[in-house]
Antibody, heavy 117, light 111 residues
Framework: EVQLVESGGALIQPGGSLRLSCSAS????????MNWVRQAPGMGLEWVSV???????YYADSVKGRFTISRDTSKNTLYLQMNSLRAEDTAVYYC???????????WGQGTMVTVSS | QLVLTQSPSASASLGASVKLTCTLSSGHSSYAIAWHQQQPEKGPRYLMK???????SKGDGIPDRFSGSSSGAERYLTISSLQSEDEADYYCQTWDTGIRVFGGGTKLTVL
């Protein structure tokens, strides 16, 4: 079964760091374009970052310079390293894989990140 | 700038049909999009990819009640024979090199 499972969400103080993980099963994370998407409480979906199968990475302006997307082939896992966290980063974070290019095909169940003192 | 615009809300009666609209920004009318459903307190679920010519391919297990169509820069999601479980937020999504974009979402209420 093709599945994505996120973990690593937590309550963290402003300025802190956190790493989210997304474990894939049924396919390899290097064979698909992989994304992080977030949803602040009561708000819509916001794209955060993508890593292409070839390794190129891209970020939304709101997280550029603070967040880093990466993957571990041996663990078949996608990561999001989040530094210099702000209150406005509070959200449920989803990972999603693309069907071909661009279409978010498989979604994880999400992990909650709360940035608060 | 690549932008998707959706109406914030829509409503229709149980058993009726509803057509949701997603509008691509100027200069992007040839772009394909995807539709996603998010039921209350759940994660998003992929519904279909919709091309500019109206052809579409649905995700696994998506009922025939869900269909898509296109006209110019408009992309539509039509849900027929509305059921209570169709009450959800619906998001359109598109992409370009190095960027992915979501519309603001439409909250569908089934009366």
């Amino acid at each position: 079964e093709v599945q994505l499972v996120e973990s690593g969400g937590a309550l963290i103080q402003p300025g802190g760091s956190l790493r989210l993980s997304c474990s894939a099963s049924g396919f390899t994370v290097t064979s698909s374009y992989m994304n992080w998407v977030r949803q602040a409480p009561g708000m819509g979906l916001e794209w955060v970052s993508v890593i292409y199968s070839g390794g190129s990475t891209y970020y939304a302006d709101s997280v550029k310079g603070r967040f880093t997307i990466s993957r571990d082939t041996s663990k078949n896992t996608l990561y999001l390293q989040m530094n210099s966290l702000r209150a406005e980063d509070t959200a449920v974070y989803y990972c999603a894989s693309e069907l071909g290019i661009g279409v978010f095909h498989i979604w994880g169940q999400g992990t909650m990140v709360t940035v608060s003192s | 700038q690549l932008v998707l615009t959706q109406s914030p809300s829509a409503s229709a009666s149980l058993g009726a049909s509803v057509k949701l609209t997603c509008t691509l920004s100027s200069g992007h009318s040839s772009y394909a999009i995807a539709w996603h459903q998010q039921q209350p307190e759940k994660g998003p679920r992929y519904l279909m990819k919709l091309n500019s010519d109206g052809s579409h391919s649905k995700g696994d297990g998506i009922p025939d009640r869900f269909s898509g169509s296109s006209s110019g820069a408009e992309r539509y999601l039509t849900i027929s024979s509305l059921q209570s479980e169709d009450e959800a937020d619906y998001y359109c999504q598109t992409w370009d090199t190095g960027i992915r974009v979501f519309g603001g979402g439409t909250k569908l209420t089934v009366l």
